[in-house]
């Protein structure tokens, strides 16, 4: 090789190597439900274990509780203590998302239009949070772990008309957002088999997913299996919402769930966690060049903490 192509050549792989390790790894995020999340405001020693445990995981997002849990409302009444938390937790390098939705609230009746009112106070809540806050200690996002399924009234005949009204508040909460003029996304926890779902709404039939992706700036996808490959995979739960993500220029966090689960291939709970990172690179590998993948959320955080810390007495 001539001496100019041979250098050209050692300064291309120079390049690709750099390139490569430059790469920044997927993100990853934890979903913090009611308890601990009011543990972290409230507790500056739990706020630091937190931090240590997510940061020694490259967990770089909260998914933090933003609502009333056992009779208080932190988020309206001691503002002041998610100022200081989220102002710590950006100072560390994570982004903190509002969480909202809670088994506590039944808030899976939200979608209900008897329930319209307490479903836009949810979000207004946050929305005033921030408009009222610091630039440093303001939500990055919110999540909305909204899910009709759980309702009593969820059946094959009655599914799309709950759809639908989960399909007319999340277009009200778009809406709020829209009006307050701020830029947080915005984005539910969907289950992978909505794309199964057809659903009339505003004369257009389409999978319940799609109209999801179309409303809101990204989706987490509750992609609960413990494997990445195959027909009942990670990689083909996840399939469609990618590809329609990528079509209109949506983002898909990809769910995981690690809590106890009575059917095991929905969790990683009776796997270790060299199996979590090993099917998670795997689905890095299938989705990982699409600008519409955007990392991984894991459920949940005190799960997280008790399945790690078990493994590590073995």
């Known amino acids: 090789m001539k001496p100019v192509l ?12 750099f390139g490569a390790a430059a790469a920044p790894p997927p993100s990853r995020a934890v979903w913090t439900w009611e308890r601990d999340s009011y543990a972290m405001l409230e507790s500056p020693a739990a706020a630091e274990a937190a931090f240590d445990f997510l940061r020694s995981k490259r967990v770089d997002t909260i998914y933090m509780y933003a ?24 100072a560390r390098g994570f982004r903190v998302y509002a969480l ?19 479903a836009a106070a949810m979000l207004k809540r946050v929305l005033d949070y921030n408009a009222g806050a610091a630039a440093e200690a303001r939500f990055d996002g919110a999540n ?25 508040v999340s277009a009200a909460w778009m809406a709020m957002k829209k009006e ?12 992978f088999w909505f794309d199964g779902i057809p659903v009339a709404w505003h004369g257009r039939t389409r999978p ?54 009575e059917l095991k291939k929905v969790t990683f709970h009776h796997r ?31 799960g997280y903490r008790e399945w790690a810390e078990k493994q590590r007495r073995k």
């Open 6 to 17: 041979r250098a050209l050549a050692a300064f291309t792989l120079m390049l690709l190597a």
């Open 67 to 90: 609502d009333a849990f056992e009779g208080r409302n932190l988020v309206a009444d001691q503002p002041q203590r998610y100022r200081t938390f989220i102002a710590q937790a950006h």
């Open 100 to 118: 909202l939705g809670s088994a506590y609230l039944h808030t899976e009746r939200y979608i209900l239009p008897g329930q319209r009112k307490e």
């Open 144 to 168: 909305l772990d909204i899910e009709p399924h759980l309702l009593d009234e969820w059946n094959d005949t009655n599914r799309e008309n709950l759809l639908r009204d989960f399909l007319d």
């Open 180 to 191: 307050s003029g701020q830029t947080l996304a915005i984005g539910p926890a969907m289950p």
């Open 208 to 261: 319940a997913s799609e109209h999801f992706a179309d409303l809101y700036d990204y989706v987490a996808l509750m992609d609960y299996r413990d494997h990445a490959d195959g027909r009942d995979g990670i990689i083909a739960h996840a399939a469609k919402e990618m590809a329609y993500a990528e079509e209109i220029g949506k983002q898909v966090v990809i769910g995981l769930e690690l809590t106890p689960n």
């Open 272 to 302: 270790h966690e060299a199996d979590l990172e090993r099917e998670m690179a795997a689905t890095e590998e299938a989705y990982g060049k699409s600008r519409a993948f955007a990392g991984f959320a894991l459920h949940h955080y005190r």
